[in-house]
């Protein structure tokens, strides 16, 4: 039996973050990763000839928290690329265009959605200060987008760029997360826009992540298959799959909503948690890198909302090939080893390119996170929020499945580490000396 001050399961960007914090107010921390590596749903590797985000990606100033942490050690934003030619589908029809016609067809639309976004949230940060929430977390977004008078093309077009953020489905969603992101984009649907998919990091997320990781004095144990967890007046104790035992004053579950219930955790969690992890996270989707030949224009193209894949830019332009990324709703639509079946797909949104080889994860299927970001279904903001940010005994969730601002982004995953960190760092101070419980586990 290891004795430690604190434990932190799943090295992610929360799990990270809270042993730095930790682990610098001076508190013995292991960190226990299931995977081979840190990051968790962000995923740096090389693939296609060059190192590919195959997971999170997407930065921005608006979000305090990851643009911080970059500033604090000395990494910079690289700017997406300017389009010049974009394609989409609607109400049947292939259209062809510079990229701002496409985007002014979507801004009237897009206003009209978010109009009420800083009404609901004058506080983005506090999500449920406002109780006026509760009179519409119940509503989809495919239900609050149906009820705006549009013209069919701009209805079709707003369904598919809504798919296109949640990676999932539309009548699941939750029209309150929509609003919640454009709250904390400043209540402007084109900045949010902008935060989703601009500014990358600098020599990639793995960068950041190794840098949290570096500044702390964790102790990191990958491939440690977190199994059983038990917590009582005298501390928690961690059982993992090879049969290593673990003892703590603190855990941090710093895990994806959706794998919340794979582990056995006595005394159980709440029924309102483990109800929310049974419903999981709507963002189930697919992204999938396609390496085409020839050096093509730089395009992007909106397809139906349906689509195995519904959207693809050029990202990456060379002498004689070019790198798109791509998303769709549905990862079961998409084989992110078969290039035959992405030429299939493409030949529907951008005609005329050949595809040569494709890369991607496949993170619903992926048994550590059983969905891409988390994307909330409609009721999980009044219903299960709340209930997932409350400490169980001494265990605290953490994850951006659970931030109060940018939920489904890196920025959310720091700021929810950040909290629970503080949270035990008040709880051993308040619980000193822990030497006896520590006595009692070990």
Request: hydrophobic content about 40%; charged content about 25%; overall charge negative.
């Amino acid at each position: 039996m290891e004795t430690t001050d604190v434990i932190v399961v799943g090295a992610g960007f929360a799990g990270l973050t809270a042993a730095r914090e930790l682990t610098r107010r001076g508190h013995r921390t292991i960190i226990l990763e299931a995977r081979d590596r840190i990051a968790g749903r962000t995923y740096l590797d090389n693939q296609l000839g060059r190192n590919l985000e195959l997971g999170g990606t997407w930065v921005h100033w608006t979000q305090p928290y990851v643009w911080a942490e970059m500033g604090r050690y000395g990494i910079e934003p690289i700017a997406g690329p300017d389009f010049t030619k974009a394609y989409w589908t609607a109400d049947g029809q292939h259209h062809e265009g510079h990229p701002d016609t496409l985007l002014g067809l979507l801004d009237e639309p897009n206003q009209a959605l978010l109009a009420d976004a800083r009404r609901y949230f004058p506080l983005p940060w506090s999500p449920l200060s406002n109780p006026d929430v509760s009179d519409i977390d119940h509503i989809t977004l495919s239900d609050a987008i149906d009820r705006l008078d549009l013209p069919e093309e701009q209805r079709q077009l707003l369904r598919s760029f809504w798919t296109l953020n949640f990676n999932g489905r539309l009548d699941e969603a939750a029209y309150t997360q929509a609003l919640r992101w454009c709250a904390v984009a400043s209540g402007s649907w084109s900045t949010m826009f902008e935060a989703c998919a601009s500014f990358k990091v600098e020599g990639g997320t793995l960068r950041l992540a190794e840098a949290i990781l570096a500044d702390s004095t964790a102790d990191l144990r990958l491939d440690r298959v977190v199994a059983a967890i038990q917590q009582d007046d005298a501390g928690v104790t961690v059982r993992t799959a090879d049969g290593s035992h673990y003892a703590a004053q603190q855990l941090v579950l710093a895990i994806p909503l959706s794998t919340l219930n794979d582990l056995d955790i006595q005394p159980e969690l709440s029924a309102g948690k483990r109800e929310a992890a049974a419903r999981g996270q709507a963002g189930r989707g697919a992204k999938l890198w396609i390496k085409v030949k020839g050096r093509q224009e730089r395009f992007v193209a909106m397809g139906p909302e349906h689509a195995a894949l519904n959207f693809v830019q050029a990202e990456y332009i060379d002498d004689d090939s070019t790198t798109l990324v791509c998303f769709g709703p549905d990862a079961a639509a998409v084989d992110v080893d078969d290039p035959a079946a992405a030429q299939r797909i493409l030949d529907a949104l951008v005609p005329g390119l050949e595809v040569l080889e494709v890369a991607g994860h496949n993170w619903v299927d992926d048994e550590y996170s059983r969905s891409t970001w988390p994307m909330h279904y409609a009721g999980y903001l009044t219903q299960s929020l709340a209930e997932l940010q409350r400490a169980e005994g001494r265990i605290r969730l953490a994850g951006s499945d659970f931030a109060n601002g940018w939920g489904g982004f890196i920025d959310g995953a720091i700021e929810s580490g950040l909290d629970a960190a503080r949270a035990i760092e008040q709880e051993l101070e308040r619980n000193q000396p822990v030497e006896s419980a520590m006595t009692t586990h070990s």
